[in-house]
């Protein structure tokens, strides 16, 4: 059994477990080897599957909304990858934090849960954890729905991404785990994230980061977080091999992404036009959780999409 750190969580994901209908979410625990996943899912087990993938600093909270508007017609399940959200924090001396990693734990989860055909809505983080599970089981993927999730080096701003580049040349400096702890991980800098780039920064719901900050105040958490920021080199490193995927097996696509996202630009989203040539393209007028903002037109998108992808 793994050693984990304190946990303390929101009373508000503290849900128990229902019986499932297309109406109603359910929360619920996976136990994968030793690491107890949280995760939240809705919808008939019997229709078509959507994983959803989540970004950072975020968890599946962030897809609340979106599985409620689609389980009338598609079973939705969103994990929390150990550490984020409701998870559990196992103790890095005895879990390795790295995508890898994550992607093996997420990848057993679902074989655990028997979803073996589903479609994929990967944003952020989910990118390189949904791209390690489509590389080694691409017979598995129906569909990709992709916001703001890159698979390309000129996706990658490198003027927000400067302090996470300065990690990757330089290591871990006390001076600058500071700076990130400070800047990124502090309320403000959470805010900002959910804020920056929308039409309408005081509709978006302040539960989103202080839920967030809640997860990161947790000891330790730091160390662990920044250290994934390190092994985020590792991502960008697996790029070709991730566009490789893209070019010989040829999913279906539905891309939405956020234009105003200060992470992840547009020119990231024009690198899938290259590599696929079934991609229903959209850009969108909002930040980086596009979700928060055109959560309905996201929902409507992938109607059209889903419902097309099966019906064939």
Avoid at 123 to 141: N, S, W
Avoid at 262 to 284: H, Q, S, T
Wanted: no cysteine.
């Amino acid at each position: 059994m793994y050693k984990l750190l304190s946990l303390t969580l929101p009373a508000a994901l503290l849900a128990t477990t229902t019986s499932l209908s297309a109406a109603e979410t359910s929360y619920g625990y996976e136990t994968v080897d030793g690491v107890e996943i949280f995760f939240r899912e809705a919808g008939n087990p019997e229709n078509p599957a959507v994983v959803l993938l989540h970004g950072f600093p975020s968890s599946s909270h962030q897809y609340r909304n979106l599985i409620d508007d689609l389980s009338d017609e598609y079973y939705l399940i969103a994990p929390d990858y150990p550490s984020f959200g409701a998870s559990s924090f196992p103790s890095p001396d005895v879990y390795e934090y790295s995508f890898d990693n994550i992607a093996e734990t997420v990848d057993a989860f679902l074989e655990q849960k028997g979803i073996d055909q589903f479609s994929m809505f990967i944003q952020d983080y989910g990118a390189p954890v949904g791209f390690r599970i489509a590389v080694e089981h691409p017979e598995k993927i129906e569909g990709l729905i992709i916001q703001n999730g890159n698979a390309y080096e000129e996706g990658v701003n490198p003027d927000t991404w400067e302090p996470i580049i300065h990690l990757w040349e330089n290591g871990r400096e006390d001076k600058h785990d500071q700076f990130i702890i400070d800047n990124v991980f502090s309320v403000e800098g959470l805010r900002w994230q959910y804020t920056h780039g929308t039409r309408n920064p005081d509709a978006i719901l302040p539960d989103n980061w202080l839920l967030d900050h809640q997860f990161l105040s947790r000891p330790g958490m730091h160390d662990v977080q920044i250290g994934l920021f390190y092994d985020y080199r590792n991502n960008v490193a697996k790029y070709p091999e991730w566009q490789a995927y893209l070019r010989e097996h040829q999913p279906p696509a539905l891309v939405v992404w956020a234009k105003n996202d200060a992470f992840f630009p547009v020119p990231g989203a024009e690198g899938y036009l290259r590599d696929l040539k079934d991609v229903d393209y959209n850009i969108l007028d909002t930040g980086h959780f596009a979700l928060e903002e055109d959560g309905a037109l996201i929902a409507e998108k992938m109607r059209g999409f889903l419902g097309k992808l099966h019906a064939e």
